[in-house]
């Protein structure tokens, strides 16, 4: 993702967005939370998912902007998001690409080129 991020950074805007919490601690736990030591509780303020939402981008060492979703899960909804999904939007604030739901169907390799070939229509045009 970074490697995407530093080589399209300029030409496109990035943002993760951070969404409620898909294992919490008080919810369904998964094991690989449990090794990587990846534990929160579900945030039961903005204030907290702001938090918790800084500590896992600090873990993962994404490198793109992030934004934080409301307690209202308002993007997380709009996007169908959880629990992680790519996306692009046009110039146009229409999907431009729909990534499928992840972790299974999340792939980077797939966006990357939608990117590529939008920037591409984008200077054709």
């Not at 409620?20 to 903005?46: C, M, Y």
Request: aromatic share 10%; proline share 5%.
């Amino acid at each position: 993702m970074n490697e995407i991020y530093r080589k399209h950074r300029g030409k496109v805007d990035f943002y993760v967005v951070y969404i409620k919490e898909i294992h919490p601690t008080d919810g369904w736990q998964v094991k690989d939370n449990e090794a990587d030591g990846v534990l929160f509780p579900q945030h039961r303020s903005f204030e907290e998912r702001v938090e918790v939402g800084k500590a896992c981008l600090l873990k993962t060492a994404l490198e793109m902007p992030a934004l934080v979703d409301a307690m209202d899960d308002a993007v997380m909804t709009a996007y169908n998001a959880m629990p992680e999904r790519l996306y692009l939007i046009g110039r146009d604030g229409k999907v431009a690409y729909k990534g499928g739901i992840g972790p299974v169907l999340f792939l980077p390799d797939e966006w990357e080129k939608a990117i590529e070939d939008y920037l591409a229509e984008q200077r054709a045009a």
